[in-house]
């Protein structure tokens, strides 16, 4: 995922009302910018910190700019989360996930078939059994390489757990993809001490099938791409 022109640096001054920041520009000036977050981007949202902010062209847009990436000590963080489809989605075109290529086709934004809502994707083939993809996006890390997720209680993140396990016991592939948006993060675990309830579901959710796995991205000024496949903790190991 290319950005045309490259990010722009600047400094946080607050981020506020969830999808809103105010930021610097290097150059003198404050602008208000989306932040397309709705997290707690747990130290990726201090005062003061260096960001990147993208510029839209589009000329209804409200807010011009988009926050999209911060840095975190000597790490990078893509904060805005609607990018981690959209970098899955590239990789599963390229046949870039071993785990997942092969298919004939991928669908974005599929229904779940016995309920409300959607799947990020779901792949298909006349060869095999569907296969539905969840993404969430990693940013939470605990320091020595440590991923996890999420960084606050996410009901939404709950009922896509319940939905993977019933298309697994339908007979189709139920898999939950971690985008890590975190140079700094090496393993994926669940972050049980902030949302304990998706830690059990999620485990109970392995073992009934459902495959979990984490690739991490390489963040760049001018690019953004899902690069590596990253361990998950033993009790996500499908």
């Not at 989306?34 to 990147?52: E, F, I, K, Q, R």
């Not at 805005?80 to 959209?86: L, P, Q, S």
């Not at 709950?158 to 971690?178: C, S, T």
């Not at 993060?185 to 902030?194: C, N």
């Amino acid at each position: 995922m290319k950005f045309e022109p490259p990010l722009t640096e600047a400094r946080l001054i607050k981020r506020y009302q969830r999808f809103l920041a105010d930021v610097r520009l290097d150059g003198g000036g404050t602008v208000t910018v989306h932040c397309p977050n709705t997290g707690a981007m747990t130290g990726c949202s201090d005062p003061g910190s260096v960001v990147w902010i993208s510029e839209s062209r589009n000329p209804k847009r409200k807010y011009r700019h988009t926050l999209e990436m911060v840095a975190s000590g000597q790490f990078r963080v893509g904060v805005n989360t609607t990018r981690a489809n959209r970098l899955v989605a590239e990789a599963l075109t390229e046949g870039r996930i071993p785990a997942l290529a092969g298919y004939s086709g991928v669908k974005a934004e599929a229904a779940i078939p016995e309920g409300q809502g959607r799947f990020d994707f779901r792949l298909f083939d006349a060869s095999r059994p569907d296969c539905y993809v969840e993404v969430k996006s990693m940013t939470l890390c605990r320091g020595g390489g440590e991923g996890a997720f999420p960084d606050a209680v996410s009901e939404r993140a709950l009922k896509h757990v319940g939905a993977l396990v019933r298309r697994k016991r339908a007979g189709d592939r139920a898999v939950l993809l971690f985008c890590v948006q975190h140079t700094g993060i090496e393993v994926a675990k669940t972050a049980d001490d902030v949302h304990p309830e998706y830690g059990k579901r999620l485990r109970y959710a392995v073992e009934a099938g459902v495959e979990v796995y984490a690739w991490a991205c390489s963040i760049e000024l001018d690019e953004f791409r899902l690069e590596r496949e990253i361990p998950v903790d033993d009790a996500l190991q499908c």
